[in-house]
């Protein structure tokens, strides 16, 4: 019998790095599970029509983006500043204009009333309102003087103000525009008042005259400042004659 021979080496001897041997006690504490991922093909019905209509949307999107027609898919996110209100947008703001009206129909310095803002802070549609308003009162006179109204308030306004930049004034058109505007309503407090005692021509012509002076002030007041020194009644002679035009406008006188 001959010797057995040397035993050959395996061809592959594993190491530690490929496996790891666990003992029968510790693989029963071993457990675990492999969960499928969930994945759902929607690839639409009728003979594959979803998947045609995916693949005609990324060709449609694909042939805009190389013509450089690319910013028609973009989307604008929706920008606070378009959700204002109405008044905002339009710059209108109620309280300051019912300020204002209370400034023009008190011009007592006594009363405590910041008049200057009437001034130094000039809106649009207040005076507007006021001009239209008038413009309404007015029907009642002569319904062919409303569009008058709003002219000579237009270039009334631009009169006066050309004349306060001669004489030195530190005035704008939009300033002028506004006081103007504003103090249109002694006007129309007193038209009611005319309504009533029309048939009293003594009474009548008193009232005419406190609510040109009224007027008068209550402009004169804000637009003619210290910087006119001597020169006011230039200025305050001109706004005065303003305000006879309107009531004229009015009364029909």
Request: aromatic residues 14%.
């Given at each position: 019998?001959?010797?057995?021979?040397?035993?050959?080496?395996?061809?592959?001897?594993?190491?530690?790095?490929?496996?790891?041997?666990?003992?029968?006690?510790?693989?029963?504490?071993?457990?675990?599970?492999?969960?499928?991922?969930?994945?759902?093909?929607?690839?639409?019905?009728?003979?594959?029509?979803?998947?045609?209509?995916?693949?005609?949307?990324?060709?449609?999107?694909?042939?805009?983006?190389?013509?450089?027609?690319?910013?028609?898919?973009?989307?604008?996110?929706?920008?606070?500043?378009?959700?204002?209100?109405?008044?905002?947008?339009?710059?209108?703001?109620?309280?300051?204009?019912?300020?204002?009206?209370?400034?023009?129909?008190?011009?007592?310095?006594?009363?405590?009333?910041?008049?200057?803002?009437?001034?130094?802070?000039?809106?649009?549609?207040?005076?507007?309102?006021?001009?239209?308003?008038?413009?309404?009162?007015?029907?009642?006179?002569q319904f062919k003087v409303v569009?008058?109204?709003?002219?000579?308030?237009?270039?009334?306004?631009?009169?006066?103000?050309?004349?306060?930049?001669?004489?030195?004034?530190e005035v704008a058109y939009g300033q002028v525009l506004g006081v103007?505007?504003?103090?249109?309503?002694?006007?129309?407090?007193?038209?009611?008042?005319?309504?009533?005692?029309?048939?009293?021509?003594?009474?009548?012509?008193?009232?005419?005259?406190?609510?040109?002076?009224?007027?008068?002030?209550?402009?004169?007041?804000?637009?003619?400042?210290?910087?006119?020194?001597?020169?006011?009644?230039?200025?305050?002679?001109?706004?005065?004659?303003?305000?006879?035009?309107?009531?004229?406008?009015?009364?029909?006188?």
């Amino acid at each position: 019998m001959q010797p057995p021979g040397p035993q050959q080496p395996p061809l592959y001897a594993p190491s530690n790095g490929d496996f790891t041997f666990v003992s029968s006690a510790e693989a029963e504490d071993l457990s675990g599970s492999i969960a499928s991922p969930d994945v759902k093909l929607n690839l639409g019905g009728g003979g594959g029509g979803g998947r045609g209509e995916f693949i005609k949307e990324s060709t449609a999107t694909t042939f805009l983006r190389q013509r450089g027609y690319g910013w028609l898919l973009e989307v604008e996110d929706d920008d606070p500043e378009d959700n204002k209100p109405l008044l905002e947008e339009l710059d209108i703001d109620l309280k300051d204009i019912y300020y204002k009206i209370r400034c023009v129909l008190m011009p007592m310095p006594s009363l405590g009333f910041n008049r200057q803002v009437v001034r130094d802070n000039p809106d649009f549609w207040g005076p507007l309102a006021v001009v239209l308003f008038f413009s309404m009162v007015s029907l009642y006179g002569q319904f062919k003087v409303v569009s008058w109204i709003i002219t000579i308030w237009i270039f009334g306004s631009l009169t006066i103000f050309l004349l306060a930049r001669v004489l030195g004034g530190e005035v704008a058109y939009g300033q002028v525009l506004g006081v103007i505007g504003y103090s249109l309503l002694p006007l129309i407090v007193i038209a009611p008042v005319l309504l009533v005692v029309g048939s009293f021509e003594v009474v009548s012509t008193l009232i005419k005259l406190f609510g040109v002076f009224w007027a008068a002030y209550s402009a004169a007041s804000l637009l003619v400042g210290e910087e006119f020194k001597t020169k006011k009644p230039l200025l305050i002679y001109p706004i005065f004659l303003l305000y006879i035009y309107f009531l004229s406008l009015y009364t029909g006188v």
